[in-house]
């Protein structure tokens, strides 16, 4: 069988717009005669070359630029790159990537020049989605877990874990094949030990990796409680500025409201709902309707209650009907009653001003604390739910193997639960993987990465 013959791609790996640089990539076999042809450059390595883009047909210049060059296989596809870096207006770097194509080249599809990346060995798949994450990261924090994801620190954990992993499984394979000492070998506590440790570390990998998703996904808070208990003014001390209209008649806001905030880098998507009571205006009853529809959405619910009213039968009715979910209990509006903002969070509850920002700031600090996030977590690395369901369904495997080991002494079975969560684990680095799963993650890239 021969090999497909690989055919060189391009693409424009600058946002689109104006700009003081644009950059054309090229990778491929051809990268190199092509930009020779178009630049009558010979490119040394890793050299800036100043040079004059002609267009083919009549010799003409298009642009002066630069010219880049990178040899496979230490480039970032492993392929020979070629980057041309002209000014930054669209209508000549779309003309330079004309060119480029008349010159034998084709098109890049979105994510190909990280797909080929991946395809080389040059990096794993979660490596890979670090490159997307980290291009997308919305905060330094979220950008900071994505460089350590893309220099392999997720990866290097999965590695190190399937390792351990695979040394066991070979250990009681091993035994496996001597049937006269297998029942001693199973009852065996270290192998227990082992695999106790085994589960104990995919539990702290699935605890950080929740971290990592939280980094790029954040987290829903819906803020639910009496008309005027200050849930509008609450939501505009998150978001640092005015976006909800506050006025002292109740019932002052009947729509949903979302405000994007940024907590020390996890990303909170608040919600304002309207004060929850029985109505006659079927706009309120509306509004009411969709506070109850975001409950359901959300992540974490916010209980606002109006400290110089207290708990009422009215909160009591609204804490009865919330689903099963995280709930934070707030009490509002302590620069009236006199009390003191709480330090901390006690049994889920802490009292605030959301007029004066007095405990806001604690609030802040719980709202990290329920995604997860701890103020200093060491080696924060960036994560997909993908990544989570994977070791979601490794640990499934090994509670299995757990259960064959300790309760049936059945090593086969063992050996085989062991087996699966291996191939768990390496879907998440791509080793173990299906082709549609690469189309869809490489297809959500931006073109010309
Ligand atoms: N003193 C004081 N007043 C507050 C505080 N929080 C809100 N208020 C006032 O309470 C009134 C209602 O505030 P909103 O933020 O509109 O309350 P809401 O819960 O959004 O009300 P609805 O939209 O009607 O459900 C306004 O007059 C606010 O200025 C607070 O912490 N201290
Ligand atoms: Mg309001």
Redo the contacts with the bound molecule.
């Keep these: 069988m021969t090999e497909p013959a690989i055919d060189t791609i391009c693409a424009v790996a600058t946002a689109a717009g104006r700009a003081g640089v644009g950059v054309v990539r090229l990778s491929g076999p051809d990268a190199r005669p092509i930009i020779e042809r178009l630049t009558s450059v010979d490119p040394r390595p890793r050299h800036a070359h100043y040079a004059t883009f002609r267009r083919a047909a009549d010799g003409s210049v298009l642009d002066d630029g630069i010219v880049l060059y990178f040899p496979g296989p230490h480039s970032y596809t492993g392929e020979d790159v070629v980057e041309w870096q002209g000014h930054g207006n669209p209508v000549l770097l779309d003309e330079a990537v004309r060119e480029m194509i008349q010159a034998g080249a084709r098109m890049a599809r979105p994510g190909e020049f990280t797909e080929r990346a991946f395809l080389n060995g040059r990096m794993d798949l979660a490596q890979a989605e670090a490159v997307a994450d980290l291009i997308e990261a919305g905060s330094a924090q979220a950008a900071n877990a994505a460089r350590r994801s893309l220099t392999g620190v997720f990866s290097r954990r999965i590695d190190a874990f399937v390792d351990n992993l695979v040394h066991l499984r070979m250990y009681i394979e091993a035994a496996l094949d001597f049937p006269e000492e297998e029942i001693d070998f199973l009852s065996d506590t270290r192998l227990r030990d082992q695999l106790d440790a085994l589960r104990a570390d995919l539990a702290d990998l699935l605890s950080r990796t929740g971290e990592g998703v939280r980094l790029r996904e954040g987290m829903q808070l819906v803020i639910v409680?009496q008309?005027?208990?200050?849930?509008?003014?609450?939501l505009n001390q998150l978001a640092g500025e005015s976006r909800?209209i506050?006025?002292?008649?109740?019932?002052?806001?009947r729509d949903v409201l979302r405000a994007e905030v940024n907590i020390d880098g996890l990303p909170l998507h608040v919600i304002?709902t309207?004060?929850l009571r029985d109505s006659d205006d079927p706009i309120e009853q509306e509004g009411i309707r969709r506070a109850w529809a975001e409950v359901e959405q959300a992540d974490l619910v916010l209980l606002?209650i109006d400290g110089t009213r207290g708990h009422t039968p009215e909160d009591d009715r609204t804490l009865a009907r919330l689903p099963d979910k995280p709930l934070l209990t707030v009490v509002?509006?302590?620069?009236?009653t006199g009390e003191a903002p709480s330090e901390a969070a006690e049994d889920g509850a802490l009292r605030l001003?959301?007029?004066?920002g007095d405990g806001v700031d604690v609030l802040r600090r719980e709202l990290r604390r329920i995604a997860g996030l701890t103020d200093r977590s060491e080696d924060p690395f960036i994560a997909r739910r993908r990544h989570l369901d994977a070791l979601e369904q490794a640990q499934r495997s090994l509670d299995e193997a757990s259960h064959a080991l300790v309760a049936l002494g059945a090593g086969e079975l063992a050996a085989e639960s062991l087996r699966q969560a291996q191939e768990s684990m390496e879907i998440i680095t791509g080793r173990f993987t299906a082709d549609d799963l690469l189309g869809e993650i490489f297809g959500s890239f931006c073109i010309g990465k």
Excluded at 227 to 234: C, I, V
């Design positions: 409680g008309p005027n208990a200050g849930k509008s003014s609450l909800a506050v006025t002292e008649i109740a019932g002052t806001t304002d309207a004060g606002l509002n509006k302590i620069d009236l001003s959301a007029r004066t």
